[in-house]
């Protein structure tokens, strides 16, 4: 059993998922969800986002996740970056296209808040914060998706 309760068992599927991830910084540090392993330690962060739905652009994927996880309406700005993830978590293989971008939240949301516990659709409770990467990366925290922090440090 998960010594954290956010931590849950979770599988990637046996098919490629396309998804749309939301970059929002905050005095330098991103906002991302804490990724555990099955044992409950914390393995990674990622941004938040999801999967893109059949005849929904990335931009409105971003968006309705955003809505739908933090019920805050964001602004995408900017063109995506776009990484294909082939990844290994807990024995499974994963493959994902990703489409990540800038969004901005409206003035004052979160502010004062430096984590947001919100719910996946599938229930399970998440945590958010702002996390420095340069301390990630000294402490030995992944950022995924695979890629995704050499590519914000080339921009």
Known sequence: MPSDPLATPWRPQPRIKVKALGLHWREGRLLAAEVYDDAGHLKGVRPLGGTIEFGETWQQALKREFLEELQVEVMVSGAPLVLENLYLHEGATGHEIIFAAAVEFPDGAFENLDE????????????????????????????????????????
């Open 116 to 155: 947001i516990l919100f719910h996946e659709d599938n229930g399970q409770l998440c945590r958010a914060r702002w996390f420095d990467l340069d301390a990630l990366e000294r402490d030995g925290v992944a950022v995924f998706p695979d890629g995704l922090r050499e590519a914000l440090k080339g921009l």
